[in-house]
Each structure stands twice: as C-alpha cells, then as structure tokens.
C-alpha cells in the first residue's frame, strides 16, 4: 500500500489488532489451507485488521487534537511554553493531581533540570504550589488561588 501512495499506512498500528485477534488470524489462515488455498478467508481477515487499524489511527489523532486545543487556552499566556500549557491542561482538568519532575521528564521527554524549571516557573506565575516529601525531593499541585491566576491573565 506504502508503494502505491497510500501514505497513511504508514502510520496504521497492526501487531497490536492481530495480537488480540489471534484466533481469528490462525482460523483465517487455516481456511485458506484447508480450502484449496483460498486466499479470502485470509483476505478478509486484513481487510477487517485494517480497518480496525484505521478506527485506532484515527480516535489517536482526534485525541491528540483535543489535548492541542485544550492547551491553546493557555498558550495564550505569553511568558509560558507549550509543555508548560501542556502542565497547566493537566492540572486544571484533574485538580487533586500530584506532579512530580520524573513525571514531567517523562512525558515531555526533557532534562531533569528542564523538568525543574517548567514546574518552578508556573509556581513562581501561582499556578502550582510546592509540597516537600522530603529534604529533597518537591512534588507540585494545583494551588488555590489557581482560578484568580487564569482570570489574571485574562483566559
């Protein structure tokens, strides 16, 4: 399909659809032996695993397009960056959630340092508050003036 221009195959995921679909693929196979090879049994079963595929591919995007527009809100503060807006789409759609750096190193894929300095830069903006868990170690909520902070800038 990928020679033949179809571009978005490439992005289709099928290791996962055939994992969880196995007995269907082994009978599809065995059909197609015990069938004097008859290959639309076999046929059939990818068009399905495809389609299935393609559903996947697009509930991802659309996913990832509502997180983008959620955190347009506030891409809309001009001293922040986009993992920071990331951060605060985070925080304000679960309020009892509990940041930590690892956490943030992760899923942005960044430094510790930078991890540090996003979460202490939205503290120092009173959007995140710091809880020591211990000597060293900080992890960081939501703080309670969070409401003013976003009417302050005006979102």
């Given amino acids: 399909m990928l020679k033949k221009g179809y571009w978005l195959t490439e ?10 679909t196995k007995n269907q693929y082994e009978k599809a196979f065995l059909y197609t032996e015990s069938d004097e090879n008859d290959m639309s049994y076999f046929i059939t079963y990818q068009i399905k695993t495809i389609e299935k595929a393609f559903e996947a591919l697009k509930q991802y ?22 993992r920071m807006a990331q951060i605060l ?27 540090r300095a996003d979460l202490k830069t939205l503290v120092s903006l009173g959007f995140l508050e710091v809880i020591q868990v211990n000597k060293k170690k ?3 909520i939501k703080a309670k003036e969070f409401k003013k902070v976003i009417k302050k800038f005006n979102l």
Wanted: aromatic share 10%.
């Fill in 61 to 82: 995007i659309n996913r990832k397009q509502k997180e983008i527009f959620q955190a347009a809100r506030f891409m809309k503060i001009h001293i922040i960056n986009e």
């Fill in 11 to 20: 992005y289709l995921s099928i290791s996962r659809i055939i994992k969880d």
């Fill in 89 to 115: 789409k985070i925080i304000h759609e679960d309020s009892d959630r509990i940041l930590s750096t690892k956490e943030i190193e992760a899923r942005f894929n960044i430094s510790n340092f930078t991890a």
């Fill in 138 to 140: 900080q992890n960081f």
